[in-house]
Nanobody, 121 residues
């Protein structure tokens, strides 16, 4: 299984970016999907997650500015980021909990390679 993320870049404060991540490979069921981020010198933190039923949760600092969504048919997850702040600068990682075909009680965690988001002030 591979997770391929795209959509990062450089944007001015107040601007918007949209990240996308596509899962491919031997996939039975995709359970939760999410986005994490890691800034230099900081630990990786959860930004947003979306469950297999569409339930979402966000870190407090992005509530009202970021929206996570899924396309279940295409095995993709997206993160719409609005009103970006310099504090949002980090490398963003896609994450997915995937069960292989026929083993739906087994949960494997996968990470994408990350995409850089830089917000200038």
């Amino acid at each position: 299984v591979q997770l391929q993320a795209s959509g990062g870049g450089l944007v001015q404060a107040g601007g918007s970016l949209r990240l996308s991540c596509a899962a491919s490979g031997s996939i039975g069921i995709i359970n939760d999907m999410g986005w994490y981020r890691q800034a230099p010198g900081n630990q990786r933190e959860l930004v947003a997650r979306i469950s297999s039923r569409g339930g979402t949760n966000y870190v407090d600092s992005v509530k009202g500015r970021f929206t996570i969504s899924r396309d279940f048919a295409k095995n993709t997850v997206s993160l719409q980021m609005n009103t970006l702040e310099p504090e949002d600068t980090a490398r963003y990682y896609c994450n997915a909990d995937i069960s292989p075909p026929g083993y739906y009680g087994l949960h494997n965690i996968y990470w994408g390679h990350g995409t850089q988001v830089t917000v200038s002030s």
